[in-house]
């Protein structure tokens, strides 16, 4: 089944305390992307990437990092989480950049940093 | 600055009707206009695309217009259904010499009643 993954799908941790979001899709895709998601602001992304070693910011890229050493594999690290970047998180991926493709969206992951 | 609007946050309409959701945007180089829905607890999916050189898309029950002179698009459902209720989510993307951008509008609500 085509599909993105996201773990952990729920996750409390506490200032300073760093952590690192998984995202995996097994349809080959070129593109992938993070988005975070806070009531009244819609979808924001963070980061994305085109290919295996090209990275880019987003609109909101403080304080997050990511990585694409692998195709299928486009994790977010927290290296310092602050408890505004309390969120519900969403990894997508598209078969091409830019993404006039449909993008797949994971199932998220909610976050909270205490 | 949100460059990509959905003015109401929310929509009720009953079923067998049409829903008409709305967005308008500031960016004349957006080139590509996407909706997607998102049910709770759930990443947003796909639903219909158009490109700037369109004025119309339809895709079964949805149909989304561009209307590039006012920098408004719109979605209809027709009919509406029970299970369209779900937030909405009006996305533009640009392509310029400066880079690439994807931005969300905040999401409308839709209630579908029986």
């Known amino acids: 089944e085509a599909q993105v993954t996201q773990n952990p799908r729920y996750l409390i941790t506490v200032t300073g305390k760093k952590l690192t979001v998984t995202c995996s899709q097994n349809m080959n895709h070129e593109y992938m992307s993070w988005y975070r998601q806070d009531p009244g602001l819609g979808l924001r992304q963070i980061y994305y990437s085109m290919n295996v070693e090209v990275t880019d910011k987003g609109d909101v890229p403080e304080g997050y990092k990511v990585s694409r050493k692998e195709k299928r594999n486009f994790p977010l690290i927290l290296e310092s989480p602050s408890p505004n970047q309390t969120s519900l998180y969403f990894c997508?991926?598209?078969?091409?950049?830019?993404?006039?493709?449909?993008?797949?969206f994971g199932p998220g992951t909610r976050l909270t940093v205490t | 600055d949100q460059q990509v609007k959905q003015n109401s946050p929310s929509l009720s309409v009953q079923e067998g009707r049409i829903s008409i959701l709305n967005c308008d945007y500031t960016?004349?180089?957006?080139?590509?206009f996407l909706w997607y829905k998102k049910y709770p607890a759930e990443g947003p999916t796909f639903l219909i695309s158009i490109s700037s050189i369109k004025d119309k898309n339809e895709d079964g029950r949805f149909t989304v217009f561009l209307n590039k002179s006012a920098k408004h698009l719109s979605l209809h459902i027709v009919p509406s259904q029970p299970g369209d209720s779900a937030v909405y989510f009006c996305?533009?993307?640009?392509?310029?010499?400066?880079?690439?951008?994807?931005?969300f509008g905040k999401g409308t609500s839709l209630l579908v009643t029986p």
């Open positions: 996305a533009a993307i640009s392509n310029s010499n400066s880079g690439y951008a994807l931005n």
């Open positions: 960016n004349s180089m957006f080139d590509y």
């Open positions: 997508a991926s598209s078969l091409q950049f830019p993404p006039y493709y449909e993008q797949y």
